[in-house]
């Protein structure tokens, strides 16, 4: 058997080398490494897939979400609305804009933010919501649209963990995560779903006025060289981590079938094992069909219930099987972003959640042999 990684970018990369060693040799040889027709190339191609107006390439994700923040010319003290159950980059930028985070609880079978928590959270100084898209599956954006319109909101996606992944409004309708809020980031990290080598990210709008404000900032506020129009910061996607991106743009959603396809399996081996819950698929999908694009799988993440948590971790890390608590403590109850306002029956979710919840491998390279191997791992554990 191979060995199995949390993440397999060699394995990867194997099947995909023929096309980016060229690539990123191109960029080499023109020398175009900042701002290269690559950058372009790839933004253009990345609007068609996504079929959102505007795609404005950045460094990372991180740059992404405050870059969108900023676009909308928030002030100091303004309140944003996000979830307590993510990564602390999604809170953090609202704090270095000296915005004020207002966390929130997330629901129990998505992880996503909580429609009734948000509107409990509003106040006249609510100026956005961020609707994080976490593991892969988007967060109920139709509701979140219809709060926002009715209390004049922005409504800004974090999209890191779901590109490729479909919303069903409740008639029928679809589109990608990342094109239905004001304005979405996105980040390119490299054991994201479409994921570069090295640092990258992208902003979505199909606002032109947003578009256009956003192609300020990233480019330390200039339309015309030495003329700054706006507060600006440097952020760029570097052309070989473009290069990369749109050699590998062809095969998302082969990536992100790959990775349902494993799902569906997991999920088979833990059917009828009461201590385990599965990921829910809620976006207009009661499971994982063949044509399912709700959850894209950014990470398989479990919920064990009786058992001991750290001790699984624990012992599945002694039999060469990597995994992840995505996350063990929640927003609130980090130094940084502590409250006295914050009430601890509001995140009772989130207080579960950070005490049973496991991800298990999950990438596009995962074979049959692995999955059989780590799932009757965890299914010994559970059964003593």
Do not use: W
Not at 77 to 101: H, K, Q, S
Not at 199 to 227: C, E, K, P, Q, S
């Amino acid at each position: 058997m191979r060995k199995i990684q949390m993440v397999d970018l060699k394995g990867q990369y194997s099947q995909i080398k023929d096309v980016v060693n060229p690539s990123i040799q191109e960029v080499i040889d023109t020398a175009s490494f900042i701002n290269g027709s690559k950058v372009h190339e790839f933004q253009k191609n990345l609007e068609q897939y996504l079929a959102v107006k505007h795609v404005i390439p950045c460094a990372n994700g991180t740059d992404a979400l405050q870059i969108a923040m900023m676009s909308l010319g928030l002030k100091p003290g303004d309140e944003v609305i996000t979830a307590d159950f993510t990564f602390a980059a999604t809170v953090e930028v609202i704090a270095l804009l000296n915005l004020t985070p207002v966390l929130v609880d997330v629901n129990p079978d998505d992880f996503n933010i909580n429609i009734e928590a948000i509107k409990k959270a509003i106040t006249p100084k609510t100026k956005a919501i961020v609707p994080v898209h976490l593991f892969g599956q988007c967060a109920n954006m139709e509701a979140i649209m219809e709060i926002a319109n009715k209390h004049n909101l922005f409504v800004i996606e974090d999209n890191a963990q779901a590109i490729g992944a479909a919303y069903t409004y409740n008639n029928g309708k679809k589109a990608k995560a990342g094109t239905i809020g004001h304005v979405s980031s996105t980040s390119f990290f490299p054991s994201k779903n479409l994921g570069c080598y090295g640092d990258g990210g992208a902003i979505f709008t199909n606002d032109d006025d947003l578009a256009h404000t956003i192609r300020g900032i990233v480019n330390h506020g200039m339309y015309r060289r030495y003329h700054h129009d706006v507060v600006g910061v440097n952020s760029r996607l570097d052309s070989i981590q473009a290069a990369v991106l749109d050699a590998k743009l062809p095969h998302l959603d082969a990536y992100n079938k790959a990775r349902q396809d494993a799902a569906k399996k997991y999920n088979k081996a833990f059917s009828g094992i009461d201590a385990i819950t599965t990921p829910k698929v809620l976006n207009g999908c009661t499971d994982i069909c063949d044509t399912c694009d709700c959850h894209v799988f950014h990470q398989y993440t479990l919920k064990v219930a009786g058992v001991d948590r750290d001790a699984l971790v624990k012992h599945l890390n002694e039999n060469d099987i990597p995994c992840g608590v995505y996350y063990p403590i929640p927003l609130h109850k980090q130094k940084a972003y502590q409250d006295s306002r914050y009430n601890e029956a509001d995140f009772t979710v989130t207080n579960e959640l950070v005490k049973n919840v496991i991800s298990l491998p999950m990438h596009t390279e995962l074979d049959d042999e692995q999955i059989e191997y780590i799932t009757s791992t965890l299914i010994n554990f559970i059964n003593g």
